[in-house]
């Protein structure tokens, strides 16, 4: 089965970037917007928090993005190591550049286009 | 009203550089730990999946990893308690488990404690004194901790 890659996400202001831009890519600029994504799909928010060990459950999970569409790996993979109090246990990897999604700019608009 | 603006009317940003300046100096004090305590093949890493926390992790000779894990949470938001500082300890070893009918699977062997919370204000008023201690106090608490210590134990 060919990989794909998650991305889970809770602080809003990167899901507002995804919509406005078509780019998946943290919005921390400490990291040179390091972007973490895991190569597991987690249906249920609470196992996702416990399996990347993350401090709170996500609000949104990105993806399925193809192997293809990422860029380089940076970091990874890699078996999360505990944190917060989560076991941790799942697949982790990281990246410093965006990925971009496909989509329609309406050029009079001034926006990107929903299509039907 | 639309999935954007009610996106829009929960939006809290974070201040990375103000955070991230705070880490630094956590960072000083994990590296005098190691440095005090010889520690090796140490890994020290900040803002994992976007995360404000820092830790320090190694193995060691028991084939246990462990880990000093300091991460700064938004406050109650009064002056003396816009963030505060945790300060928790991880030791773990993957291994297998065989199980009934002789399949051996993964599992996880860890255990996890909460050492200290600490409010403060600013960058400014960071309290390092008070974080050179806890992280000594991790240090002691992870460090004592032997292979029968890990008593929970998760599929990996």
Avoid at chain 2, 98 to 113: K, L, T
């Amino acid at each position: 089965m060919p990989t794909v890659y998650y991305r889970y996400v809770s602080y809003l202001p990167e899901l507002e970037q995804l919509r406005d831009e078509r780019k998946i890519q943290s919005t921390n600029p400490t990291t040179q917007y390091r972007t973490w994504y895991t190569t597991e799909r987690y249906d249920s928010p609470d196992i996702a928090q416990q399996r990347l060990a993350l401090k709170t459950r996500p609000l949104y999970r990105i993806g399925p993005i193809s192997a293809e569409a990422m860029p380089d790996l940076t970091l990874g993979p890699r078996r999360v190591a505990p944190d917060f109090g989560q076991p941790g246990g799942g697949i982790e990897v990281a990246i410093d550049h965006p990925v971009w999604l496909f989509g329609v700019w309406n050029f009079d608009n001034q926006e990107w286009e929903m299509l039907p | 009203m639309t999935a954007r603006k009610q996106a829009t009317t929960k939006r809290f940003t974070v201040d990375f550089e103000h955070l991230d300046e705070t880490l630094d100096a956590i960072n000083e004090v994990m590296q005098q730990v190691a440095g005090h305590h010889k520690l090796r093949k140490t890994e020290i890493e900040r803002w994992r999946w976007d995360q404000p926390s820092i830790s320090l992790t190694w193995p060691c000779d028991d084939f246990i990893q462990r880990k000093i894990l300091a991460s700064l949470d938004i406050g109650s938001g009064v002056p003396a308690d816009l963030y505060r500082l945790n300060v928790t300890v991880d030791a773990w070893k993957d291994d297998t488990l065989v199980v009934d009918d002789g399949i051996r699977v993964p599992v996880r062997y860890w255990n996890h404690e909460r050492i200290q919370e600490k409010a403060f204000t600013t960058a400014g008023d960071f309290p390092v004194n008070y974080v050179e201690k806890a992280i000594q106090q991790a240090y002691q608490t992870v460090s004592s901790w032997k292979i029968d210590d890990l008593e929970r134990r998760v599929a990996l």
